[in-house]
């Protein structure tokens, strides 16, 4: 009887485990959109292509992770695993970014006090590094 009633509730918790782990996608996605709207711009062609390599990505991953699904012994584990793997590099990737960014504006700050910038071209220098 306790086995049936905790069968019940395994596949409303993998619906809520898909669920958040495809918002989190989403939300990774438009992460990376902003990211690289500073570098590329804000056009309609920067955000097809971040849409197209995410889309693309799915693709490849679910290409080749279909050849190990069906020999996986237990495939909630591996997803779990999976996740996390991805997880850990989503918070690399932003801790990385954050830290190059700071570097970014620490050299512009440096760069126009050695060189007696106006604040305002000190502005300028920071956007180019995309920094500010």
Same mark, same amino acid.
């Given at each position: 009887?306790?086995?049936?009633?905790?069968? @019940?509730?395994?596949?409303?918790?993998? /619906? =809520? *485990?898909?669920? /958040?782990?495809? +918002?989190?996608?989403?939300?990774?996605?438009?992460? &990376?959109? %902003?990211? /690289?709207? !500073?570098?590329?711009?804000?056009?309609?062609?920067? =955000? $097809?292509?971040?849409?197209?390599?995410?889309?693309?990505?799915? +693709? +490849?991953?679910?290409?080749? !992770? #279909?050849?190990? #699904?069906?020999? &996986?012994?237990?495939?909630?584990?591996?997803? @779990?695993? &999976? %996740?996390?793997? #991805?997880?850990?590099?989503?918070?690399? *990737?932003?801790?990385? @970014?954050?830290?190059? $960014?700071? &570097?970014? !504006?620490?050299?512009?700050?440096?760069? +126009?006090?050695?060189?007696?910038?106006?604040? #305002?071209?000190?502005?300028? $220098? @920071?956007? *180019?590094?995309?920094?500010?």
């Amino acid at each position: 009887m306790h086995e049936r009633a905790l069968r @019940r509730f395994v596949l409303p918790g993998l /619906l =809520v *485990c898909f669920f /958040l782990s495809g +918002a989190a996608g989403l939300i990774y996605q438009v992460v &990376w959109s %902003k990211a /690289l709207g !500073l570098v590329f711009g804000h056009t309609a062609y920067a =955000v $097809a292509t971040v849409l197209a390599v995410f889309l693309g990505g799915l +693709a +490849a991953g679910s290409a080749w !992770l #279909s050849r190990f #699904s069906e020999r &996986w012994p237990r495939p909630i584990a591996f997803f @779990r695993a &999976w %996740k996390t793997v #991805s997880t850990e590099h989503g918070i690399t *990737c932003g801790t990385v @970014r954050a830290a190059v $960014a700071m &570097w970014g !504006l620490s050299q512009a700050r440096q760069f +126009a006090l050695e060189h007696g910038m106006t604040p #305002s071209q000190e502005h300028r $220098a @920071r956007r *180019c590094l995309g920094s500010d």
